[in-house]
């Protein structure tokens, strides 16, 4: 039932296009594994064998962490919709900050958001399909505007010491570098 492939069709990158969540899964050598929802318009295929994706301020900031220990990811889509799919990209990614050079020209790709804490570049190593018989069907009813709100309402400074306060360690506690670059 498995499908492996080396980079993305056409017919996949259709389909990451169409639907509004992911998941992203990373881990360090011990600790805990992440596996994280995402959504609001934060991916975006730049080709068949690189993504990129925003990620936005939330309470914990685990993939930044894992990827400075251990590079390696795996994104994870499923077809909620009429046919069933399950579609994994397995890869390294790279972690922009604010601070970096080719953050503000990726993060262009992307709708204005004062909450744009990192964006990982993946390289992709390998795709893979499944069938996804058991996914539910669900139907899709709008975007949450909480974390956007929130983020308006902390404003830059309030984003900043919420990184400070709130998004320097991982819940392992490892360092996750929101503030100053990996040291080595």
Request: proline letters at 6%.
């Amino acid at each position: 039932m498995a499908t492996q492939y080396e980079n993305l069709n056409d017919t996949l990158t259709k389909f990451i296009a169409a639907q509004h969540l992911f998941f992203c899964a990373t881990a360090g050598p011990g600790g805990r594994v992440n596996v994280s929802p995402k959504g609001m318009d934060s991916l975006r295929v730049l080709g068949p064998d690189r993504i990129i994706w925003r990620n936005l301020t939330g309470s914990g900031n685990e993939t930044a962490g894992h990827l400075a220990q251990i590079n390696r990811m795996t994104l994870m889509w499923c077809g909620f919709e009429k046919k069933p799919l399950i579609l994994r990209v397995y890869g390294t990614a790279r972690t922009l900050h604010p601070r970096d050079g080719d953050f503000d020209a990726l993060n262009s790709e992307f709708p204005p958001s004062i909450a744009a804490r990192q964006i990982y570049d993946v390289t992709i190593d390998m795709v893979q399909t499944s069938c996804g018989y058991a996914v539910p069907f669900m139907d899709y009813a709008g975007e949450r505007d909480v974390l956007a709100n929130w983020a308006e309402d902390k404003g830059p400074d309030g984003i900043a010491e919420y990184w400070e306060t709130r998004n320097q360690t991982t819940i392992d506690n490892d360092p996750t570098f929101i503030l100053s670059p990996v040291k080595g």
